[in-house]
């Protein structure tokens, strides 16, 4: 037997038992892994997750709601609050303010604000600054909701 004949031979021993190793990790025993499905809930039962969301949205005006994300005391005399507004699909907000200078960023959406009788259109990444005290209206014309996070900035 030549060398290159025993090499090949060899080689092909170690391919068949490098096969039969792999095939055989493969394998599975269904029975030992299969996972009970749990009993169903009985009509009485009431076992509700105690979390709750420790920020809920609340509405700030008719078609608009809001939730306090964050907010903490700056230096100086400035108080920084952040927010998430949230449109539903087809709704137009009433006229609303917010206590303080702000900053907004879509998140999620497209429509179209109006600020001081300026219309914008706006979608998702955009960004746009509202003065204190001005008052705007989100008309949300998609079928999808439009999300914002609006960064404020107040004196205390």
């Not at 608009?64 to 699909?89: I, N, W």
Request: net charge negative; aromatic share 6%.
């Amino acid at each position: 037997m030549n060398a290159r004949s025993k090499h090949w031979k060899v080689s092909a021993v170690a391919f068949l038992l490098f096969s039969l190793l792999l095939s055989s990790g493969c394998r599975t025993s269904q029975e030992s892994e299969k996972t009970p499905l749990l009993p169903e809930a009985g009509p009485d039962e009431h076992n509700f997750s105690p979390d709750q969301s420790k920020s809920p949205y609340m509405e700030a005006g008719k078609g608009l709601l809001t939730r306090t994300v964050f907010e903490t005391d700056a230096p100086g005399d400035l108080h920084v609050e952040v927010r998430d507004l949230l449109v539903g699909p087809g709704q137009t907000t009433a006229s609303v303010s917010l206590p303080g200078a702000a900053i907004f960023e879509v998140r999620l959406g497209s429509g179209t604000v109006v600020v001081n009788d300026r219309t914008r259109q706006i979608q998702t990444g955009a960004t746009m600054a509202v003065s204190e005290g001005e008052s705007f209206v989100i008309e949300n014309k998609g079928e999808n909701p439009i999300a914002i996070r609006v960064h404020l900035i107040r004196a205390k």
